[in-house]
């Protein structure tokens, strides 16, 4: 989630700069509205509706917008975020498939477990109808348990509290 929010803030950043993905308006002849091209394959298919001439104007105009969009990118490093972004959740899908097929033998494990089914079901962890927000509610308590004091005390045993260790001496050379 932290990757797509880098991302999302350096695109636009980089629309903010340039104005805009590269792209040119050409107007065809008997078309009300510009048509909106943004590939140099796109212009070049319209030279039987346009001429030769503003295909080479509209093609040298999407090449000097794209260079534009290649210079800011490289420094503000939108591209980088990009492919980042897919490396990661490439391999966030790659170990979420892992972790549903494994057994998990700690609580800690089944919790990832849990976290990775709800993440895979519902990838923003918004989806409110039931039972996904006491779903989520319960594996926050698993991951997060909210003690106050006198519950704590409750729970450790009194020779604990004493400052003895449950492992025996641990440290000492008699251990």
């Known amino acids: 989630m932290q990757a797509i929010k880098v991302r999302q803030n350096l695109e636009q950043q980089l629309l903010d700069e340039v104005g805009g993905r590269p792209f040119v308006e050409i107007m065809v002849a008997g078309e009300g509205e510009p048509r909106i091209v943004s590939s140099l394959k796109d212009i070049s298919a319209l030279t039987s509706h346009i001429g030769k001439e503003a295909v080479a104007q509209a093609r040298a105009l999407l ?9 800011a990118d490289q420094r503000i490093g939108y591209s980088a975020a990009l492919l980042a972004e ?90």
């Not at 090449?63 to 210079?71: D, L, T």
């Not at 790659?94 to 089944?110: A, D, K, N, W």
């Not at 976290?115 to 779903?135: A, I």
Request: aromatic share 6%.
């Open 86 to 175: 897919e490396d990661i959740k490439k391999s966030e899908g790659i170990s979420g498939r892992v972790l549903l097929v494994m057994q998990p033998y700690h609580l800690i494990e089944i919790a990832a477990k849990l976290h990775c089914l709800f993440v895979m079901k519902d990838p923003d962890l918004k989806l409110e109808q039931d039972p996904w927000p006491q779903l989520r509610m319960m594996l926050k308590e698993i991951i997060q348990p909210r003690f106050t004091p006198p519950e704590l005390l409750a729970i450790i045993p009194h020779h604990l509290s004493a400052g003895r260790s449950p492992f025996g001496q641990l440290g000492s050379s008699t251990g």
């Open 63 to 71: 090449r000097q917008r794209q260079r534009e969009w290649k210079k």
